[in-house]
Protein backbone atom coordinates (compact mmCIF):
# COMPACT_ATOMS: atom_id res chain seq x y z
CA UNK A 1 0.00 0.00 0.00
CA UNK A 2 0.87 3.80 -0.49
CA UNK A 3 1.72 5.36 2.59
CA UNK A 4 2.81 8.64 2.07
CA UNK A 5 2.27 10.64 5.01
CA UNK A 6 5.34 13.52 4.39
CA UNK A 7 5.53 14.03 8.24
CA UNK A 8 8.19 12.13 9.41
CA UNK A 9 6.48 9.32 11.47
CA UNK A 10 7.84 5.68 13.39
CA UNK A 11 5.48 2.84 13.20
CA UNK A 12 5.53 1.22 16.27
CA UNK A 13 4.35 -2.01 14.83
CA UNK A 14 6.97 -2.30 11.95
CA UNK A 15 9.28 -1.86 14.62
CA UNK A 16 8.25 -4.42 16.76
CA UNK A 17 10.12 -6.96 15.26
CA UNK A 18 11.81 -10.62 17.00
CA UNK A 19 14.84 -10.07 18.51
CA UNK A 20 17.63 -11.37 16.49
CA UNK A 21 20.79 -12.94 17.90
CA UNK A 22 23.85 -10.96 18.33
CA UNK A 23 25.62 -13.03 16.03
CA UNK A 24 22.99 -13.20 13.02
CA UNK A 25 22.78 -9.05 13.46
CA UNK A 26 26.85 -8.83 12.93
CA UNK A 27 26.28 -11.17 9.75
CA UNK A 28 23.83 -8.90 8.20
CA UNK A 29 25.10 -6.01 9.05
CA UNK A 30 28.94 -7.25 7.44
CA UNK A 31 26.47 -8.26 4.44
CA UNK A 32 25.31 -5.08 3.78
CA UNK A 33 28.44 -3.01 4.58
CA UNK A 34 30.11 -5.53 1.54
CA UNK A 35 27.39 -4.35 -0.98
CA UNK A 36 27.75 -0.77 -0.02
CA UNK A 37 31.30 -1.01 -0.85
CA UNK A 38 30.55 -3.23 -4.48
CA UNK A 39 27.82 -0.66 -5.17
CA UNK A 40 29.60 2.93 -4.48
CA UNK A 41 32.63 1.15 -6.88
CA UNK A 42 30.12 0.46 -9.60
CA UNK A 43 28.59 3.96 -9.18
CA UNK A 44 29.11 6.35 -12.41
CA UNK A 45 31.29 8.79 -11.74
CA UNK A 46 29.20 12.02 -10.87
CA UNK A 47 30.00 15.66 -12.71
CA UNK A 48 28.56 17.48 -9.83
CA UNK A 49 30.50 19.42 -7.34
CA UNK A 50 29.51 18.75 -3.72
CA UNK A 51 32.06 19.51 -0.88
CA UNK A 52 34.36 16.77 -0.17
CA UNK A 53 33.38 16.33 3.36
CA UNK A 54 29.65 16.78 2.93
CA UNK A 55 29.96 14.00 0.28
CA UNK A 56 31.95 11.91 2.91
CA UNK A 57 29.26 12.11 5.55
CA UNK A 58 26.52 11.79 3.08
CA UNK A 59 28.21 8.03 2.19
CA UNK A 60 29.02 7.61 6.08
CA UNK A 61 25.23 8.27 7.05
CA UNK A 62 24.01 6.00 4.21
CA UNK A 63 26.41 3.21 5.15
CA UNK A 64 25.33 3.36 8.88
CA UNK A 65 21.30 3.60 7.26
CA UNK A 66 21.73 0.38 5.37
CA UNK A 67 23.65 -1.80 7.82
CA UNK A 68 21.20 -1.08 10.61
CA UNK A 69 18.44 -1.59 8.41
CA UNK A 70 19.21 -4.13 6.24
CA UNK A 71 18.59 -2.12 3.17
CA UNK A 72 19.05 -4.15 -0.11
CA UNK A 73 19.96 -0.37 -2.51
CA UNK A 74 19.45 3.04 -2.09
CA UNK A 75 20.44 5.56 -4.57
CA UNK A 76 20.42 9.65 -3.28
CA UNK A 77 21.27 12.56 -5.54
CA UNK A 78 21.65 16.12 -3.68
CA UNK A 79 20.88 19.27 -5.31
CA UNK A 80 22.42 22.57 -3.96
CA UNK A 81 21.98 26.37 -5.14
CA UNK A 82 19.63 24.98 -7.37
CA UNK A 83 21.65 23.11 -9.11
CA UNK A 84 22.02 19.08 -9.35
CA UNK A 85 25.69 18.51 -7.93
CA UNK A 86 25.92 14.90 -6.89
CA UNK A 87 24.14 11.24 -7.07
CA UNK A 88 25.36 7.83 -5.93
CA UNK A 89 24.03 4.47 -5.48
CA UNK A 90 24.81 1.67 -2.75
CA UNK A 91 24.06 -1.55 -2.38
CA UNK A 92 22.38 -3.71 -4.63
CA UNK A 93 19.32 -3.24 -7.23
CA UNK A 94 18.98 -6.96 -7.80
CA UNK A 95 20.34 -9.04 -4.71
CA UNK A 96 19.36 -12.32 -7.04
CA UNK A 97 21.75 -11.64 -9.98
CA UNK A 98 24.15 -9.34 -8.04
CA UNK A 99 23.39 -5.86 -9.60
CA UNK A 100 24.59 -2.68 -8.01
CA UNK A 101 22.22 0.21 -7.31
CA UNK A 102 23.09 3.32 -9.35
CA UNK A 103 21.64 7.40 -9.60
CA UNK A 104 20.27 5.69 -12.54
CA UNK A 105 18.27 2.85 -11.11
CA UNK A 106 14.74 3.08 -11.47
CA UNK A 107 12.51 2.38 -8.12
CA UNK A 108 8.84 2.38 -7.26
CA UNK A 109 8.18 6.30 -6.47
CA UNK A 110 5.06 5.04 -4.74
CA UNK A 111 3.24 8.19 -3.06
CA UNK A 112 6.61 10.68 -4.34
CA UNK A 113 3.90 10.68 -7.87
CA UNK A 114 1.41 12.49 -6.06
CA UNK A 115 3.83 16.24 -6.78
CA UNK A 116 4.14 14.61 -10.34
CA UNK A 117 0.20 14.59 -10.56
CA UNK A 118 -0.17 18.08 -8.74
CA UNK A 119 2.00 19.76 -10.89
CA UNK A 120 0.31 18.61 -14.19
CA UNK A 121 -3.23 20.04 -12.70
CA UNK A 122 -1.26 23.11 -11.55
CA UNK A 123 0.27 23.60 -15.17
CA UNK A 124 -3.60 22.87 -16.37
CA UNK A 125 -4.73 25.43 -13.95
CA UNK A 126 -2.30 28.14 -15.06
CA UNK A 127 -3.14 28.19 -18.51
CA UNK A 128 -7.13 28.41 -18.04
CA UNK A 129 -8.10 24.85 -18.82
CA UNK A 130 -9.17 23.66 -15.24
CA UNK A 131 -10.74 24.98 -12.10
CA UNK A 132 -9.57 24.00 -9.07
CA UNK A 133 -12.60 25.00 -7.56
CA UNK A 134 -15.29 23.56 -9.99
CA UNK A 135 -16.98 20.13 -9.19
CA UNK A 136 -14.60 17.24 -10.12
CA UNK A 137 -17.53 16.09 -11.86
CA UNK A 138 -17.18 19.22 -14.80
CA UNK A 139 -13.89 17.23 -16.16
CA UNK A 140 -14.79 13.94 -14.70
CA UNK A 141 -18.08 12.63 -15.45
CA UNK A 142 -17.52 9.25 -14.84
CA UNK A 143 -17.19 9.63 -11.27
CA UNK A 144 -20.89 9.65 -9.43
CA UNK A 145 -22.12 12.66 -7.76
CA UNK A 146 -21.55 12.66 -3.63
CA UNK A 147 -24.06 14.55 -1.30
CA UNK A 148 -21.45 17.69 -1.51
CA UNK A 149 -19.68 18.58 -4.81
CA UNK A 150 -15.78 18.31 -4.35
CA UNK A 151 -13.37 20.15 -5.76
CA UNK A 152 -10.11 19.50 -7.26
CA UNK A 153 -8.62 22.08 -4.91
CA UNK A 154 -9.84 19.48 -2.16
CA UNK A 155 -8.49 16.33 -3.48
CA UNK A 156 -5.04 18.23 -4.02
CA UNK A 157 -5.18 18.48 -0.44
CA UNK A 158 -6.86 15.26 0.77
CA UNK A 159 -9.39 17.50 2.29
CA UNK A 160 -12.35 15.55 -0.48
CA UNK A 161 -13.94 12.99 1.54
CA UNK A 162 -12.34 10.27 -0.46
CA UNK A 163 -11.70 7.24 1.53
CA UNK A 164 -7.85 5.70 1.57
CA UNK A 165 -7.69 1.85 1.37
CA UNK A 166 -10.17 0.09 2.93
CA UNK A 167 -6.86 -1.97 4.82
CA UNK A 168 -3.25 -2.64 4.83
CA UNK A 169 -3.70 -6.05 4.22
CA UNK A 170 -1.87 -8.22 1.12
CA UNK A 171 -4.71 -9.73 0.92
CA UNK A 172 -7.40 -6.39 -0.18
CA UNK A 173 -7.83 -7.14 -3.63
CA UNK A 174 -7.15 -3.09 -3.90
CA UNK A 175 -4.17 -2.43 -1.57
CA UNK A 176 -2.40 -5.84 -2.62
CA UNK A 177 -3.78 -5.47 -6.52
CA UNK A 178 -2.58 -8.46 -9.16
CA UNK A 179 -4.80 -7.16 -11.85
CA UNK A 180 -3.57 -5.06 -15.00
CA UNK A 181 -5.76 -2.03 -16.30
CA UNK A 182 -4.72 -1.06 -19.86
CA UNK A 183 -7.11 1.86 -18.98
CA UNK A 184 -5.72 3.11 -15.39
CA UNK A 185 -7.54 6.04 -14.62
CA UNK A 186 -11.16 4.28 -15.08
CA UNK A 187 -9.97 1.23 -13.85
CA UNK A 188 -8.78 2.74 -10.59
CA UNK A 189 -12.38 4.32 -10.27
CA UNK A 190 -13.95 1.20 -10.33
CA UNK A 191 -12.82 0.48 -6.95
CA UNK A 192 -13.68 3.46 -4.65
CA UNK A 193 -16.21 5.83 -6.79
CA UNK A 194 -19.23 3.88 -5.63
CA UNK A 195 -18.22 4.24 -1.60
CA UNK A 196 -19.48 6.80 0.34
CA UNK A 197 -17.36 9.94 1.64
CA UNK A 198 -15.36 9.61 4.63
CA UNK A 199 -16.38 13.16 5.81
CA UNK A 200 -17.47 16.07 4.25
CA UNK A 201 -14.90 17.75 1.71
CA UNK A 202 -13.19 20.05 3.27
CA UNK A 203 -13.89 19.27 6.50
CA UNK A 204 -11.18 17.16 7.29
CA UNK A 205 -7.74 16.18 6.12
CA UNK A 206 -7.94 12.24 5.18
CA UNK A 207 -4.83 11.19 3.07
CA UNK A 208 -6.36 9.60 0.43
CA UNK A 209 -4.71 7.96 -2.69
CA UNK A 210 -7.59 6.63 -4.54
CA UNK A 211 -8.19 11.14 -4.27
CA UNK A 212 -5.12 11.23 -7.00
CA UNK A 213 -7.06 8.99 -9.11
CA UNK A 214 -9.75 11.14 -9.56
CA UNK A 215 -7.40 13.98 -9.97
CA UNK A 216 -5.84 11.88 -12.84
CA UNK A 217 -9.60 11.72 -14.55
CA UNK A 218 -10.10 15.28 -14.15
CA UNK A 219 -6.74 15.98 -15.79
CA UNK A 220 -7.63 13.71 -18.40
CA UNK A 221 -10.90 15.72 -18.86
CA UNK A 222 -9.26 19.31 -18.81
CA UNK A 223 -6.53 18.24 -21.08
CA UNK A 224 -8.50 16.08 -23.92
CA UNK A 225 -5.30 13.99 -23.83
CA UNK A 226 -4.19 10.47 -21.64
CA UNK A 227 -2.99 11.36 -18.21
CA UNK A 228 -0.02 9.31 -18.89
CA UNK A 229 0.72 11.17 -21.92
CA UNK A 230 -0.04 14.64 -20.44
CA UNK A 231 2.52 14.15 -17.40
CA UNK A 232 5.18 12.65 -20.01
CA UNK A 233 4.89 15.78 -22.34
CA UNK A 234 4.28 18.54 -19.87
CA UNK A 235 5.88 17.24 -16.91
CA UNK A 236 8.59 14.76 -17.11
CA UNK A 237 10.12 16.01 -20.75
CA UNK A 238 10.45 19.90 -20.00
CA UNK A 239 11.93 18.80 -16.61
CA UNK A 240 14.52 16.58 -18.27
CA UNK A 241 13.21 12.95 -16.29
CA UNK A 242 13.92 10.81 -19.50
CA UNK A 243 13.74 7.81 -17.65
CA UNK A 244 10.86 8.17 -15.12
CA UNK A 245 8.21 6.20 -16.57
CA UNK A 246 4.56 4.08 -15.45
CA UNK A 247 5.74 0.59 -13.39
CA UNK A 248 4.12 -1.75 -15.81
CA UNK A 249 4.74 -4.65 -14.00
CA UNK A 250 4.88 -7.05 -17.54
CA UNK A 251 6.78 -4.70 -19.38
CA UNK A 252 10.43 -5.15 -20.10
CA UNK A 253 12.43 -1.94 -18.00
CA UNK A 254 16.15 -1.50 -17.97
CA UNK A 255 17.60 -0.65 -14.76
CA UNK A 256 14.62 -1.12 -12.86
CA UNK A 257 14.84 -2.97 -9.57
CA UNK A 258 13.76 -6.39 -7.55
CA UNK A 259 11.54 -5.09 -5.17
CA UNK A 260 12.18 -6.29 -1.27
CA UNK A 261 10.55 -6.63 2.54
CA UNK A 262 11.99 -7.48 5.81
CA UNK A 263 10.35 -10.38 7.66
CA UNK A 264 10.10 -9.97 11.14
CA UNK A 265 13.22 -12.46 11.74
CA UNK A 266 15.21 -9.93 9.60
CA UNK A 267 15.47 -12.15 6.28
CA UNK A 268 15.46 -9.99 3.21
CA UNK A 269 12.92 -11.45 0.85
CA UNK A 270 11.08 -10.90 -1.96
CA UNK A 271 8.32 -8.03 -1.50
CA UNK A 272 4.31 -8.95 -2.25
CA UNK A 273 3.16 -8.69 -5.31
CA UNK A 274 1.62 -5.28 -6.93
CA UNK A 275 0.22 -4.40 -9.75
CA UNK A 276 -0.19 -0.53 -9.66
CA UNK A 277 -2.30 0.17 -12.87
CA UNK A 278 -4.94 1.34 -11.28
CA UNK A 279 -3.37 4.11 -8.80
CA UNK A 280 -0.52 5.53 -11.39
CA UNK A 281 -1.22 9.24 -10.40
CA UNK A 282 -0.93 8.78 -6.75
CA UNK A 283 1.91 5.68 -6.39
CA UNK A 284 2.20 4.58 -10.08
CA UNK A 285 5.97 5.54 -11.10
CA UNK A 286 8.94 4.91 -11.59
CA UNK A 287 12.14 6.91 -11.32
CA UNK A 288 15.47 7.24 -10.60
CA UNK A 289 17.67 9.94 -8.40
CA UNK A 290 18.91 11.35 -11.34
CA UNK A 291 15.33 12.36 -12.29
CA UNK A 292 13.82 13.41 -9.41
CA UNK A 293 16.77 15.26 -8.67
CA UNK A 294 16.04 17.02 -12.32
CA UNK A 295 12.43 17.64 -11.38
CA UNK A 296 13.60 19.39 -8.21
CA UNK A 297 16.02 21.96 -10.68
CA UNK A 298 12.71 22.34 -12.82
CA UNK A 299 10.51 22.99 -9.50
CA UNK A 300 13.21 25.88 -8.14
CA UNK A 301 13.96 27.94 -11.65
CA UNK A 302 10.24 27.62 -12.62
CA UNK A 303 10.60 25.45 -15.56
CA UNK A 304 7.35 23.68 -15.34
CA UNK A 305 5.18 26.91 -14.19
CA UNK A 306 5.54 30.31 -12.97
CA UNK A 307 7.02 30.43 -9.41
CA UNK A 308 3.20 32.49 -8.02
CA UNK A 309 1.47 29.23 -9.56
CA UNK A 310 4.09 27.10 -7.45
CA UNK A 311 3.91 29.16 -4.60
CA UNK A 312 0.16 28.18 -4.44
CA UNK A 313 0.82 24.93 -5.57
CA UNK A 314 3.17 24.40 -2.25
CA UNK A 315 0.63 26.99 0.18
CA UNK A 316 -0.88 24.49 2.99
CA UNK A 317 -4.27 23.88 2.82
CA UNK A 318 -6.74 25.47 5.47
CA UNK A 319 -10.02 23.27 6.48
CA UNK A 320 -13.18 24.62 6.97
CA UNK A 321 -12.92 25.26 10.45
CA UNK A 322 -10.04 27.91 9.65
CA UNK A 323 -7.46 25.51 10.62
CA UNK A 324 -4.24 24.57 8.59
CA UNK A 325 -3.28 21.76 6.91
CA UNK A 326 0.72 20.59 6.98
CA UNK A 327 -0.14 19.50 3.15
CA UNK A 328 -0.42 21.56 0.39
CA UNK A 329 -1.62 20.56 -2.84
CA UNK A 330 -0.23 17.02 -3.66
CA UNK A 331 2.77 18.32 -1.33
CA UNK A 332 3.29 18.29 2.14
CA UNK A 333 5.30 21.16 3.99
CA UNK A 334 6.86 21.75 7.18
CA UNK A 335 9.47 23.65 9.21
CA UNK A 336 11.19 20.95 11.10
CA UNK A 337 14.74 21.83 10.01
CA UNK A 338 14.16 25.49 10.93
CA UNK A 339 13.00 26.37 7.33
CA UNK A 340 10.39 26.23 5.02
CA UNK A 341 10.35 22.66 3.73
CA UNK A 342 7.96 21.12 0.68
CA UNK A 343 8.59 17.34 -0.57
CA UNK A 344 6.42 13.86 -0.16
CA UNK A 345 7.28 10.42 0.71
CA UNK A 346 6.20 7.10 -0.38
CA UNK A 347 5.63 3.48 0.45
CA UNK A 348 4.45 0.51 -1.32
CA UNK A 349 5.68 -3.05 -1.71
CA UNK A 350 9.27 -3.29 -2.13
CA UNK A 351 10.07 0.25 -2.25
CA UNK A 352 10.18 3.43 0.67
CA UNK A 353 11.07 6.61 -0.79
CA UNK A 354 11.27 10.35 0.31
CA UNK A 355 12.31 13.58 -1.48
CA UNK A 356 12.90 17.33 0.10
CA UNK A 357 13.48 20.67 -0.63
CA UNK A 358 14.53 23.72 0.86
CA UNK A 359 13.19 26.69 -1.40
CA UNK A 360 14.99 29.51 0.15
CA UNK A 361 18.60 27.55 -0.17
CA UNK A 362 17.58 25.70 -3.40
CA UNK A 363 18.99 22.73 -1.59
CA UNK A 364 17.30 19.18 -2.25
CA UNK A 365 17.58 15.61 -1.29
CA UNK A 366 16.46 12.74 -3.33
CA UNK A 367 16.31 8.81 -1.09
CA UNK A 368 14.82 5.95 -2.68
CA UNK A 369 15.07 2.54 -2.00
CA UNK A 370 13.78 -1.03 -2.82
CA UNK A 371 12.57 -2.25 0.73
CA UNK A 372 9.00 -1.68 2.42
CA UNK A 373 8.93 -0.22 5.64
CA UNK A 374 12.18 1.30 5.65
CA UNK A 375 11.55 4.73 6.48
CA UNK A 376 13.35 6.33 4.09
CA UNK A 377 12.45 9.91 5.68
CA UNK A 378 14.73 9.11 8.46
CA UNK A 379 17.59 9.01 6.21
CA UNK A 380 16.54 11.83 3.85
CA UNK A 381 16.09 13.98 7.31
CA UNK A 382 19.58 12.99 8.69
CA UNK A 383 21.14 13.91 4.85
CA UNK A 384 19.31 16.91 4.77
CA UNK A 385 21.18 17.70 7.72
CA UNK A 386 24.45 17.15 6.72
CA UNK A 387 24.42 19.54 3.33
CA UNK A 388 22.64 22.44 5.79
CA UNK A 389 24.97 22.48 8.58
CA UNK A 390 27.32 25.43 9.03
CA UNK A 391 31.54 25.10 9.11
CA UNK A 392 32.24 22.25 5.76
CA UNK A 393 35.28 22.97 3.77
CA UNK A 394 35.14 24.66 0.16
CA UNK A 395 34.10 22.88 -2.88
CA UNK A 396 36.50 20.43 -4.75
Given at each position: ?7 PFRCSVCDA ?179 PLVAQPGIK ?106 ELMWTPQKL ?77
Amino acid sequence: MTLGLYTPFRCSVCDAEEALTANSRRLRRFATAVLVVFGALYSPAQSGQLDQQKRSQLESAVARYMAANSIPGVSVAVVENGEYVWSKGFGMADLENFVPATPQTLYRLASISKPLTATAAMELWERGKLDLDAPVQKYCPAFPQKPWPISTRQLLGHLGGIRHYKSESQDDPEGGNTMHFDNPIQGGLNFFAADPLVAQPGIKFHYSTPGFTLIGCAIEGASGEKYVDFVRTNVLGPAGMTVTRVDDRFAIIPHRTRFYHKEKSGSVVNADWLDSSYKIPGGGWLSSADDMARFEVAMLHNTLMKSSTRELMWTPQKLADGSTSRYALGWGTGKDLGEPDVGHGGGQQGTSTFFMILPQRGTGIVVLTNLDGAHSVLLATELMKILIAPGTGQKK
